[in-house]
């Protein structure tokens, strides 16, 4: 149990007091609607200020712009109120379990994997299968299945219930959630003679050093050559990613977007949830898509934010959906000059 005083955080954070005592008890953290007297909570976005004003909170982080809390409430100065939090978090939070090294007794490891056991930890009823490549640091989950001829970098998590298929790499670093799935087929059929003939998918997926995929996501395959995932890239649970897709460096891509095959993603790149991409385009740097937007054709300019279906830039899709408001009222004034015109005649 997290038990503590506001000036123990404060040293935690490298944060200043601005209202109440050193001495206060801190024994949790919450959100600022959910928190009570005795929780941590923070301030890190203008669109919850009404919620900081009725926080119950005892203590609440605020950026270094001079921020009002409730009387009751301890306030803390810091820089980034977001990741000073963060910090309490990792410092009282449930902890995710210790490195150990090792092969659990019930995992099967081939012959002749390239892996140090004193160095990588392989968690029960794993399979690693030949010709596999483990970097030191690097953790296989429990129950996850790492195909022939598969590279892991060093420092990697691979959760429980991962698939890695046969040839992909990984980089350094690469953290894989319960239930992600590399490698596998890309879709790719065609129609001959009154049937859906499967085209063999040969290539491989390659990921970056320092990309993030979250639970149940699975990217494909590419056709022939690589399906790649740039460095620094975080991806969201359920994900789908089709086959030869290119993604840049340090990208977005959030819950239940599906990105079809042979499209090329520029670098910084966001896609907030159940956007929906066509194959075969291009979307260039920095480019922002709100949620569910879908985009049918190529983005070229750089550094725009797009919404609606098919995607559009935002200042063009607020004025559509603003004159769809006015439809209404624009039916109403049409009828009524109908009537006028035939009581005039």
């Known amino acids: 149990m997290m038990k503590t005083t506001v000036g123990e955080i404060a040293r935690l954070v490298g944060g200043r007091l601005t209202q109440g005592e050193l001495e206060k008890e801190i024994t949790g953290f919450a959100a600022l609607d959910e928190a009570d007297e005795k929780s941590v909570s923070f301030f890190g976005n203008p669109k919850y200020l009404d919620q900081l004003k009725a926080t119950r909170a005892g203590l ?20 980034n109120p977001i990741l000073a939090f963060d910090s309490i978090i990792q410092a009282y939070g449930v902890k995710p379990p210790a490195f150990v090294a090792g092969i659990h007794s019930t995992a099967f490891v081939a012959e002749d994997v390239e892996l140090d ?22 953790r296989i989950g429990a129950g996850s299945v790492v195909s022939e001829n598969v590279v892991v970098g060093e420092d990697c998590e691979i959760g429980p219930n991962v698939t890695l298929r046969e040839g992909c790499v990984l980089g350094n670093r690469v953290v894989l959630h319960p239930g992600v799935v590399i490698g596998a087929d890309g879709f790719g059929f065609e129609f001959v003679e009154g049937r859906h003939r499967k085209i063999e998918q040969w290539g491989i997926v390659r990921i970056e050093d320092d ?13 022939f050559g690589e399906t790649v995932i740039g460095e620094g890239t975080k991806i969201d649970n359920q994900v789908q990613i089709g086959h030869n897709v290119r993604i840049g460096k340090h990208c977005i891509i959030v819950a239940q977007t599906g990105i079809s095959g042979s499209t090329t993603i520029g670098n910084y790149v966001t896609l907030a949830a159940q956007c929906g991409i066509a194959g075969h385009l291009t979307i260039a740097d920095q480019v922002t898509c709100g949620g569910r937007t879908g985009v049918i054709a190529s983005i070229d300019d750089i550094g725009g934010t797009y919404f609606g279906y098919p995607a559009r830039p935002l200042k063009d899709d607020r004025r559509e959906s603003m004159r769809i408001k006015q439809l209404g009222s624009l039916l109403k004034r049409v009828k009524a000059l109908e009537k006028k015109l035939g009581e005039s005649e």
Request: proline share 7%; net charge negative.
């Open 60 to 79: 609440v982080l605020v950026p270094e712009a001079e921020v009002e809390v409730p009387a009751g409430a301890a306030a803390i100065e810091v820089e």
């Open 211 to 223: 990309v993030e995929v979250g639970a149940s996501t699975t990217i494909d395959r590419a056709r």
């Open 117 to 138: 056991p004193s160095e990588v930890s392989v968690g029960p009823n794993a399979t690693i299968a030949s010709g596999v490549r483990v970097g030191k640091g690097s």
